[in-house]
């Protein structure tokens, strides 16, 4: 199904010195000076569209930083004036939204922690009610697309068309090289749903530390992003907020310099005859690769059924781990990826124990069944 939001092209509102789109500026407004000093280098350097800065900064815990707050706007309005670029910061309430407005903010987004909150979205789309002004809105914290879609709905529903998302990576338990899980494919779930919605990446949010946003950015573009928005700061190591991910003006120049553009599409009929060509043969697989599966699903039926009245467990432990320690070595033969590996085992599993935990309880209602499900796969 898809996404039916009444949205202008990205082109129509922001208007992009030099390709990829880049919004850039330090994570928060701290001095006048560092804004000023900070947004003249990265106007000098032809390639940041757009100047953002941080005013309002929500905190994990009190007594931290939590932005300069309203006079922050006016040095804003200052950069602006002295650089020629746009300027955009974060809003997290109506108050946010009427003074970010009064300075003459040109555009806003809505922070993560925001997005995941539907009352927060609702306030400010109230607030913009009447209003033309592009937003951008940030993914949830936590990995809920629908939560997304609900942020650009009730925003779009607001009036507002010129809208976008921005691309900063989930929260996750388990902690990796990354601060927030880029889970790319909730960012093309969101794609395929709505292929007119522009998508700008947040590397720095994604990464949260400045090795890794060159290989992040350079893999949104290569997935069609619209643009990066990467935080940058004059002297980052004495940055009051976000250090470690935060870049120079002169770095971001270098970085957005070394990034390969790739179109989505091209015009040379022998590249899209070889495309159709490899695509009939990964069609052609996958048809075999769900009959394959279908197959399965079959005799995972009948076992259940044996299963049933043989009064044996759903669950046999030791079945498990087997699967798993000759799928993972056959896929490393193959040469297949260990993660991509195992959470296929997994969802295959997954299935298993839900057509057969459905089989144990013919006769139980839908809830008592995904009851029975949980508790198997538990056990």
């Not at 000023?36 to 100047?51: D, E, F, N």
């Not at 040095?75 to 910061?89: F, I, S």
């Not at 059924?305 to 030791?318: A, E, F, G, H, P």
Request: aromatic fraction near 6%; hydrophobic fraction near 40%; proline fraction near 5%.
């Amino acid at each position: 199904m898809k996404l039916n939001l009444n949205i202008q092209p990205l082109s129509s509102w922001i208007n992009v010195k030099n390709e990829p789109l880049i919004i850039s500026g330090p994570c928060s407004a701290e001095t006048e000076d560092q804004l000023l000093s900070t947004a003249h280098l990265l106007a000098a350097t032809g390639k940041v569209s757009v100047l953002r800065a941080g005013i309002w900064k929500p905190r994990t815990r009190p007594g931290e930083f939590e932005g300069i707050g309203s006079i922050g706007l006016e040095w804003l309005k200052k950069a602006k004036a002295e650089t020629g670029l746009p300027t955009a910061v974060e809003v997290a309430n109506a108050k946010h939204v009427e003074e970010a407005l009064a300075a003459g903010v040109d555009i806003l987004w809505i922070g993560a922690r925001s997005t995941a909150n539907p009352f927060t979205v609702q306030e400010i789309a109230d607030a913009l009610k009447g209003v033309d002004i592009p937003v951008l809105i940030k993914n949830p914290v936590n990995p809920d697309i629908s939560l997304w879609i609900g942020a650009l709905e009730r925003i779009n529903n607001a009036g507002i068309t010129k809208l976008g998302a921005i691309h900063r990576g989930f929260s996750s338990y388990e902690k990796s090289s990354f601060r927030n899980e880029p889970m790319w494919e909730l960012a093309i779930q969101l794609k395929t749903l709505c292929p007119e919605l522009p998508i700008i990446n947040d590397p720095s949010h994604i990464c949260g530390n400045r090795e890794l946003i060159p290989y992040i950015s350079q893999k949104a573009l290569d997935l069609d992003m619209q643009g990066l928005m990467i935080e940058s700061h004059i002297d980052p190591s004495v940055a009051w907020t976000d250090a470690k991910q935060q870049v120079t003006p002169a770095a971001l120049e270098e970085l957005v310099a070394k990034l390969s553009l790739r179109d989505p599409e091209s015009n040379n009929e022998a590249f899209a005859d070889k495309l159709a060509e490899l695509r009939k043969q990964i069609d052609k697989i996958d048809d075999v690769l769900l009959q394959k599966l279908s197959e399965r699903m079959t005799i995972v039926e009948k076992i259940g059924q044996y299963k049933r009245d043989s009064k044996v467990t759903i669950l046999q432990v030791n079945r498990w781990d087997e699967i798993l320690k000759k799928g993972t070595a056959f896929a490393k033969a193959l040469k297949l990826d260990l993660g991509f590996t195992e959470k296929f085992l997994e969802l295959v599993h997954g299935e298993s124990i839900r057509k057969q935990t459905a089989i144990m309880n013919e006769g139980k209602t839908e809830e008592e069944i995904v009851e029975a499900t949980a508790a198997a796969a538990k056990h």
